[in-house]
């Protein structure tokens, strides 16, 4: 699992610290999950893909693609949960299992990596979606925070 960490954003971190953990569980996930689905949809784009159309046509193909599907179509995210309670996202080929054997190599063929240069090449990118996901979603929060103590208020 490769975790990101980011600093400088001391405000809002202020900001959510001020709206509760609650809302602050709420921000984060959404947030996160918005850079994670931009890293999911950037490896599903660099991921390899069939070139040769006549390997269609042959029957093991057929069996093995009702199965698995296609690799791109099967990079997905999943919500992990960590031992310390902090919740996270990871993106997984599913049943997709030959993707590690092209990601990492085998014993018989070189590793052809799409995974790990679509991550290097985005992670920034994905780390100012989640910052601006990040402030947005404290201002939308924030905003429901003062009409429902309004609405108390003038009860």
Do not use: C
């Not at 994670?36 to 390899?48: F, G, S």
């Not at 995210?77 to 996270?88: N, V």
């Not at 990492?104 to 070189?110: C, F, N, Q």
């Amino acid at each position: 699992m490769i975790r990101m960490q980011l600093d400088g954003l001391d405000e809002l971190g202020r900001a959510l610290d001020e709206l509760g953990a609650a809302v602050e569980k709420r921000i984060m996930r959404t947030a996160t999950r918005r850079g994670a689905a931009h890293l999911r949809d950037e490896i599903r784009k660099a991921a390899p893909r069939l070139q040769d159309a006549k390997t269609r046509t042959k029957k093991s193909y057929l069996t093995r693609k009702a199965r698995y599907g296609h690799l791109a179509k099967r990079i997905a995210l999943k919500e992990r949960k960590a031992k310390d309670g902090k919740l996270g996202w990871s993106v997984t080929t599913g049943s997709a299992f030959w993707a590690r054997f092209l990601e990492l190599g085998t014993r018989k063929m070189g590793p052809r990596p799409f995974m790990r240069p679509a991550f290097d090449r985005e992670a920034q990118t994905a780390i100012r979606i989640i910052a601006e996901a990040t402030a947005e979603r404290v201002k939308v929060e924030a905003k429901n925070i003062a009409t429902r103590t309004a609405r108390i208020r003038s009860k």
